[in-house]
Each structure stands twice: as C-alpha cells, then as structure tokens.
Nanobody, 117 residues
C-alpha cells in the first residue's frame, strides 16, 4: 500500500523560503509523475507543481518563478523548494500522483505552510 509522507512545512516570513519533502513508500517511485498540491482554508485543493518521471516540470502561474520541484528517485522523494514566499502561499501542502483531474493514491496528512509577518 502506497503511503505519502510530507514534511518540511512551518512558519516563514514573506520573502522567505522553505523546502518541502514527500517520501513515497510502497511503490515503484521512478515510474510516476508526481505533483504538489495545496489547500487553503475554505479553498479547493489545487495542483501547484508537477514533475514527470523524466524530470520535466510544470508550475501553476501563481508559483512560477518562485517554486522548484525536483525528485530523487533513489530516495523515493520529491521536493518542493519554495522561495519568495507570499502570504497567499499559506496552505496545507500535499503530494500525490496526478491522473488527469484525479490522483492515484490516498492523500497523506500534508504539511502546513504558514507565511506571515
């Protein structure tokens, strides 16, 4: 059974940085495209970044130029480097495998990112 464990969130100042990690267990990780999602209170969960198994990346317009997604297949881990953080980045961040408008795996607990002065 695949498990997703996100970590690395916390409190950051506007303009600051955080690096999130997502460890994927119980799967052949290198076969999967992976995505990072975030969900703010009262908002829908949104896809913010993806990385294919070939390490091609895409980003939502709201994070383009500020966030970088990467992966380490040997460690079964996907990362989200978050720079130039804005208060509107405040959300719970989750990882999963995007499959069209759906996801492949059950959601993990996510990691809280709070950007505030």
């Amino acid at each position: 059974q695949v498990q997703l464990v996100e970590s690395g969130g916390g409190l950051a100042q506007p303009g600051g940085s955080l690096r999130l990690s997502c460890v994927v267990s119980g799967s052949i990780f290198s076969r999967y495209a992976m995505g990072w999602y975030h969900q703010a209170p009262g908002q829908r969960r949104e896809l913010v970044a993806t990385i294919t198994r070939g390490s091609n990346t895409n980003y939502a317009d709201s994070v383009k130029g500020r966030f970088t997604v990467s992966r380490d297949n040997a460690k079964n881990t996907v990362y989200l480097q978050m720079n130039s953080l804005k208060p509107e980045d405040t959300a719970v961040y989750y990882c999963n495998q995007p499959v069209g408008d759906y996801v492949q795996f059950s959601w993990g607990q996510g990691t809280q990112v709070t950007v505030s002065s």
